[in-house]
């Protein structure tokens, strides 16, 4: 009863932790009142982050969960970075170019960022960092984004040239995310995942790392050296809390400046009792959303006119408040509502149970006792899967489950343990519906979900949707570094997939993030917080009101 | 009594063996594969990376031949890196986590043997008095009462409201500059919460078995002759029955000393503290096999020398028992 309970609790957590700072972003539903007169920024004092899960390698290849990314990101920098609304921002690079073919790209390095530990970051650091996210002993998920490189070399000290195979417009992301510049001097000639420096890093970026005690914080200070000045924070302490209650009473009690609540705790709990005034609420849309899958190879949802009835019985505010309590927006498709390449034209699909009983009949799909018959008699039921352990997903597949019932849909719903659920269902295609979320990146690229070559065994398009025209959308929009022009592209395909329906896309969740008052200088944006963490600052006077 | 022992320890071996086989097995035949980080699909879920963290950990092999690599590592005492991206070795990871969780453990017996006895003793020599019925009733309140939500009530009272204790961790962040004494006091204050949710639902056990075991002894014709001697009701009762009365307790200190290690995956949860509780359950749910293997053989190891030293105890304690 009580494991139960804390998984539960734990998986609630696992769900509503998406991402504190780095990742996501977007419009604002914000309720933080104007600051209170701001005065000059102040250097010092430390700020308290809470974090639900231990970082597990602090190397920017290798940090694939959310704390290790956390981390690393403070420590390294990068080529390009992401600024207040997901423009590319120069970084190390001062500049870049790309060429008339889109085929090679060149970056003009900064002369004065300087590692941790004094030695200047050239153009051979960055030929290295390349060369050892490649390796063949490092298992790093973000290979994949570097997979049409053909050749990566020094010019000169300062600058460096990539060559693409073919012309690659998502290339530009690569350099902003997990591509943070590593010493070559310190990790030459050992694998990334046997080094010392994976839990003690020395990167060049706003943050030195200091300590980590397993299991309890790890510490980093502020870098003096930095070149974009140093940060007005003095100390960044990552706590590891793994229960969010607890962390919510820390909160309380002054021994967390910031934290990812949960939706309960951000929508009823953050304005009363102890925290009343004491912290500022953000939430904003990340790049995750969550879908209901068909899988286009069972006879039955081949037919368009299924799929969009079963999308048009879905009430998606129903699940917004059901599920998030409000804290996110009905999809219209697979991206973001605040982004540039949305189409604004697509609305989400509206709840019409009478449309989406017209189309059945209409599909020759009969009613026989309150029991919906397919054309060939026999009735009307499916399987929708999800994986364990999360629960928007099994709750979302619940009131999808009684919404469909009242067209006489027979659904059952079933939760796997998640690593089966890959093997035996996703990657073979063995499902007949699949409840799940995509986490995409800042460019619009969708290649490897939606293009008809990536439905393989174990590929991402497993839901075999095939397409020429978005073949051909997803190939041009790839290849095409005009923004305008992209937009067209995408805005077509988005026209495609919501006429199609291959997912019912059903709502994006939003991320919540809630950050005491001391703390100044935050400013939510499209690249949601922490794009400007170097500015955040403490005044003074309201240092040292924690206890611990 | 030395051949006693050495006979008991050479058949720990086959035991050992016998556990690690069947823990190993029943690992494998869990859905799941260590290779795999829960969450969203996306790159970090491709199969090519998937089939990579395989060949990198060894699960390509056949199983068997994993078994065998695993148990040659552990005759050398080599628990093998650990099945998550940093490839930490398995022993530093528990060592790490090892001391936190027997000092909590330590001071939680402490605490539970310090209470629960008199408790017990108290409650016996009452019997059927009001003393004893009012026990009964709070301990078996502790008993019902969930130690999560109890840790929570604790949290809220003393670490917002009255802001005495600190609320989760093991260290103050000022711990480094502390000065050795100081350091000591900090622990003991991060603990006490702690320790006061893990003791609360054990009272009733404990207290109940010293409580039986002494109505058991206290009918005995030999406390009568020590009555009938003319010798004070205390020293009856503790001299002469409470002694007897803790036989039972040798068996459970010895099924403490696995425990010792085992640690509680709620409390270290709840107060985030990085035990071998958390430890076990965190490598349970990312499929981490070498660490559990680490843990499990640990553990199974202690568990039988708590039978063992629980068996040689009772033949020093107990003149009845003698081991040939």
Redesign the interface.
């Known amino acids: 009863?009580?494991?139960q309970?804390?998984l539960v609790v734990?998986a609630v957590a696992?769900a509503a932790a998406g991402c504190t700072r780095g990742c996501g972003g977007g419009e604002s539903g914000l309720n933080p009142p104007a600051e209170e007169v701001l005065g000059e920024p102040e250097k010092g004092g430390r700020i308290?982050v809470a974090s639900i899960g231990?970082p597990?390698?602090l190397l920017p290849p290798?940090a694939?969960?959310s704390a290790s990314a956390q981390i690393s990101g403070l420590v390294f920098d990068t080529l390009i970075e992401i600024g207040k609304d997901l423009e590319y921002e120069p970084g190390i690079a001062e500049r870049w170019e790309v060429s008339d073919d889109g085929l090679v790209l060149t970056f003009f390095l900064r002369k004065d960022v300087k590692f941790h530990d004094g030695t200047p970051l050239t153009a051979d650091d960055v030929v290295f960092t390349y060369e050892a996210l490649m390796a063949e002993t490092t298992?790093?998920?973000?290979?994949?984004?570097f997979e049409p490189v053909e050749r990566f070399e020094k010019v000169d000290d300062h600058t460096v040239r990539v060559t693409y195979r073919y012309p690659f417009a998502p290339a530009l992301l690569s350099y902003a995310g997990a591509f943070g510049i590593m010493p070559r001097h310190l990790l030459q000639g050992q694998p990334l995942?046997?080094t010392e420096l994976?839990?003690k890093p020395v990167g060049s970026g706003p943050y030195r790392f200091a300590s980590w005690?397993?299991?309890?914080?790890v510490i980093l200070t502020a870098n003096p050296d930095y070149y974009k000045g140093e940060p007005y924070i003095t100390q960044y302490?990552l706590?590891?809390?793994?229960?969010q209650?607890?962390t919510f009473?820390?909160l309380?009690?002054g021994?967390v400046d910031e934290m990812t609540p949960t939706p309960v705790q951000y929508a009823r709990q953050a304005d009363s009792g102890?925290l009343k005034g004491r912290v500022n609420k953000y939430d904003y849309y990340g790049f995750?959303y969550t879908y209901l899958g068909f899988n286009l190879e069972h006879p039955v949802f081949a037919d368009k006119r299924v799929r969009r009835a079963i999308s048009m019985a879905i009430d998606r505010d129903e699940l917004v408040h059901g599920v998030l309590l409000g804290l996110g927006t009905p999809a219209s498709g697979p991206y973001r509502p605040d982004v540039w390449y949305h189409n604004g034209n697509i609305k989400p699909m509206k709840h019409d149970p009478e449309g989406a009983k017209k189309l059945l009949a209409e599909a020759g799909f009969r009613t026989v006792n309150g029991r919906l018959v397919k054309p060939d008699g026999t009735p009307f039921k499916f399987e929708i899967i999800t994986?364990q352990?999360n629960d928007s997903r099994r709750k979302t597949g619940e009131i999808i489950q009684r919404r469909l019932s009242e067209l006489g849909i027979d659904v059952t719903l079933r939760t796997i343990?998640?690593?089966?659920f890959?093997?035996e269902f996703?990657?073979k295609k063995n499902y007949q519906a699949v409840i799940?979320?995509?986490?995409s990146d800042i460019d619009p690229d969708q290649y490897s979900i939606w293009h008809s070559s990536q439905t393989g065994?174990?590929?991402?398009n497993f839901v075999s949707f095939r397409n020429a025209e978005v073949d051909r959308l997803l190939e041009e929009g790839r290849r095409e570094f005009d923004q305008e022009k992209r937009k067209q592209i995408y805005d077509r395909f988005q026209e495609i997939l919501a006429e199609e329906q291959p997912y019912a896309f059903l709502y994006v969740p939003k991320s919540l993030v809630l950050i005491d008052r001391k703390v100044k200088g935050v400013e939510l944006g499209a690249a949601g917080l922490g794009w400007n963490f170097e500015k955040w600052w403490i005044p003074a006077a309201q240092r040292e009101t924690?206890?611990? | 009594m030395l051949g006693y022992l050495l006979r008991r320890l050479v058949g720990l071996v086959p035991l050992l063996v016998g556990i690690s086989l069947i823990s190993f097995t029943v690992m494998h035949l869990a859905?799941?594969?260590p290779?795999?980080?829960?969450?969203?699909?996306?790159?970090?879920?491709?199969?090519?990376?998937?089939q990579?963290?395989r060949e990198?950990y060894g699960l390509d092999k056949p199983l068997h031949e994993q078994y065998v690599d695993w148990v040659g590592r552990m005759v050398r005492l080599d628990f093998g890196l650990s099945m998550?991206?940093?490839?930490q070795p398995v022993l530093d990871k528990i060592l790490?986590?090892l001391p936190i969780t027997i000092l909590i453990n330590i001071c939680t017996i402490v605490v539970i043997l310090l209470v629960s006895v008199p408790l017990g003793v108290a409650s016996a020599t009452r019997h059927g008095r009001t003393f004893d019925k009012v026990t009964t009733v709070a301990v078996f309140i502790g008993f019902a009462t969930?130690?999560?939500w109890f840790a929570?009530l604790l949290?809220?009272f003393f670490?917002?409201w009255l802001?005495w204790l600190?609320?989760?961790?093991?260290?103050?962040?000022n711990f480094e500059q502390l000065g050795p004494l100081a350091k000591v006091g900090d622990v003991l204050r991060h603990l006490v919460m702690p320790v006061l949710a893990l003791t609360f639902g054990a009272f009733a056990y404990n207290s109940r078995i010293i409580r039986g075991s002494m109505l058991e002894v206290i009918r005995q014709d030999y406390i009568v002759t020590a009555r009938a001697k003319g010798l004070p009701e205390t020293t009856v009762v503790y001299k002469h029955a409470l002694r007897n009365a803790l036989l039972p307790m040798v068996t459970i200190l010895g099924l403490w000393v696995p425990e010792l290690i085992g640690g509680s995956?709620?409390i270290e949860?709840?107060?985030?503290?990085?035990g071998m509780g958390?430890l076990f359950f965190e490598s349970v749910s990312a499929?981490d096999y070498t660490t559990i293997m680490g843990i499990l053989t640990i553990g199974a190891f202690l568990t039988l020398l708590g039978n063992l030293l629980a068996d040689l105890l009772y033949g020093i304690v107990d003149p009845r028992i003698r081991h040939r």
């Not at chain 1, 343990?417 to 089966?420: D, L």
């Open positions: 009863m009580q494991i309970r804390w734990a696992a308290i231990e597990s390698v290798l694939s969960d298992p790093s998920p973000y290979k994949v984004d995942t046997q994976r839990f005690d397993k299991g309890n914080r302490i706590r590891i809390i793994p229960d209650a607890t009473l820390e309380k009690a021994g102890e995750g994986n352990g343990e998640w690593s089966s890959l093997k996703i990657d799940l979320g995509w986490n065994e174990g590929a991402f924690t206890q611990q | 859905p799941g594969e290779a795999i980080v829960e969450g969203e699909l996306g790159k970090k879920q491709s199969a090519e990376l998937r990579q963290l990198l998550t991206t940093n490839r790490e986590k969930p130690a999560f929570l949290m809220l670490g917002v802001g600190p609320i989760s961790g093991i260290t103050s962040l995956v709620i949860t709840i107060f985030a503290i990085p958390r499929r």
